[in-house]
């Protein structure tokens, strides 16, 4: 690779990076072009000329974040000598340990409910979540007699999460432990 392919490269993983610190830092509306640069270290002119706009490179970022998750998750859920109770006790400790990405998650989608060109950025997310979600839950559903349609059910599970999210993000945790037990009893009980 040419030294300036090298330079446009870092310059542009530097960008990413930054840009996702902040967005966990600062939120999206603490962010300026002249922050980012700064944080990333390289010429506040950088950010427009390799992703157009601030709001080009948190899009990015986002997709950026999510890739590296999905692969995670495909592969566990994917993994045949894990009984499926224990890919999904492993799903919920990655909702404690995805915080970072949880709240650059929400940014992006609060930035997008009054930026309608942003929306389809941030709605392809949510696709690629469900997608995951339908291929994990699809087996699993049959095997339990689950009596819910899988569309239905991957629905439940995602606004399920959504709203874990949501309440943690705000510092609300009541009841999240004893629900996540409850499930997991359930899940151990249907399993015999």
């Known amino acids: 690779m040419a030294s300036s392919q090298v330079t446009r490269s870092a310059a542009q993983e530097a960008l ?4 996702e610190r902040l967005l966990v830092e600062v939120g999206y509306a603490g962010i300026t072009t002249r922050k980012l640069a700064a944080e990333a270290g390289v010429n ?12 080009s490179l948190l899009l990015r970022v986002l997709e950026r974040f999510t890739e590296r998750l999905i692969e995670r998750q495909r592969t566990m859920y994917a993994d045949p000598e894990l ?3 224990e890919k999904w006790r492993t799903a919920m400790r990655y909702l404690e340990a995805d915080r970072e990405y949880q709240k650059v998650w929400s940014e992006l989608q609060a930035l997008a409910w009054n930026r309608p060109e942003l929306r389809p950025s941030v709605g392809r997310v949510h696709v690629e979540w469900r997608a995951v979600l339908t291929e994990a ?5 049959e095997r339990y007699r689950v ?4 569309d239905a059910l ?3 599970v995602a606004t399920f999460n959504e709203g874990i999210i949501l309440e943690r993000l705000s510092g609300v945790e009541v009841g999240h432990e004893e629900l ?13």
């Open 83 to 85: 009984p499926f109770a």
């Open 137 to 141: 839950l699809a087996e699993p559903r």
């Open 16 to 19: 990413l990076d930054a840009a």
């Open 147 to 150: 009596p819910i349609p899988l």
């Open 154 to 156: 991957v629905t439940l």
């Open 44 to 55: 506040n002119g950088l950010v427009h000329y390799y992703f157009g706009s601030v709001e």
């Open 180 to 192: 996540l037990d409850w499930i997991d009893g359930w899940l151990a009980e249907a399993a015999q």
